[in-house]
């Protein structure tokens, strides 16, 4: 009998926690949006966010596959990595929880509860920059480069990972310009706090981040 209680608690433990996970819809593929050459032409950076504009789940679905996506087959992604070894982890921080984007299921997997997005606004630390704007803009998508997934962290891997998260980010950048989206790539960002909240090691970098919203008009 206590078995079988325990057993029960567990999978309501567990069905718990896979409840705040949001499974997304499915990439719209067919949304409306400037051609590639017109998002290039246009592209710009973008610092002033509405923050009473959420982005809803679907918005939210198509940026996180846009930005690294799985494309044309189980093994590819929108962006390109060395070697294909896809070692880009991409998180999502918003108001609610900081998510990472499984793009094989097309689930954001809660990380950590709660509102994270201030480690986005200066480099931690008494660093003087700030960018306080970061806390306006609905969702952070933040790339981090594992060196577990890349196999090595000799100085080739570290090149190659700041290559990918560039490719990543460039992706996210063209897609909000062709969609009507708000977004300013970025370097600045609390890496230690960043490394505590996640439970990473040396072996996962935090490199860019993007926020993105609508802009305040
Ligand atoms: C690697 C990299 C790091 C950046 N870091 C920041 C940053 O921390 N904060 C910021 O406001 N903009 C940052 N930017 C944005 C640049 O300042 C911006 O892209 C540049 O001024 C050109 O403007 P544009 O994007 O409108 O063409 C960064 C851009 C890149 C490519």
Not at 14 to 28: E, M, R, W
Not at 63 to 76: F, I, K, P, T, Y
Not at 137 to 165: K, R
Not at 198 to 209: E, H
Request: glycine content about 6%; hydrophobic content about 40%; aromatic content about 6%.
């Amino acid at each position: 009998m206590k078995k079988i209680l325990l057993t029960l608690t567990l999978a309501l433990i567990a069905s718990t926690s896979f409840a705040q996970d949001i499974k997304l819809p499915v990439p719209n593929m067919k949304q409306q949006s400037l051609s590639v050459v017109e998002a290039l032409q246009t592209r710009h950076s973008v610092r002033d966010f509405d923050a009473a504009k959420e982005l809803t789940d679907q918005e939210l679905s198509n940026l996180c596959w846009a930005a690294c996506g799985v494309a044309r087959d189980e093994n590819h992604r929108t962006a390109p990595t060395a070697r294909n070894l896809q070692e880009i982890r991409l998180f999502a921080f918003t108001k609610k929880a900081v998510y990472e984007y499984d793009a094989k299921a097309n689930v954001l997997k809660k990380k950590a509860d709660g509102d994270h997005r201030a480690l986005m606004a200066s480099n931690g630390g008494n660093a003087g920059f700030r960018q306080d704007f970061v806390m306006d803009a609905p969702v952070t998508l933040l790339m981090v480069i594992d060196y577990d997934l890349f196999g090595s962290q000799n100085e080739l891997a570290m090149q190659m990972g700041c290559v990918d998260a560039g490719n990543v980010s460039e992706n996210i950048n063209l897609y909000c310009q062709s969609v009507g989206l708000a977004t300013v790539p970025r370097a600045t960002h609390d890496k230690d706090g960043i490394r505590k909240l996640l439970g990473f090691t040396d072996k996962q970098l935090p490199i860019m981040n993007n926020p993105v919203g609508y802009e305040k008009k």
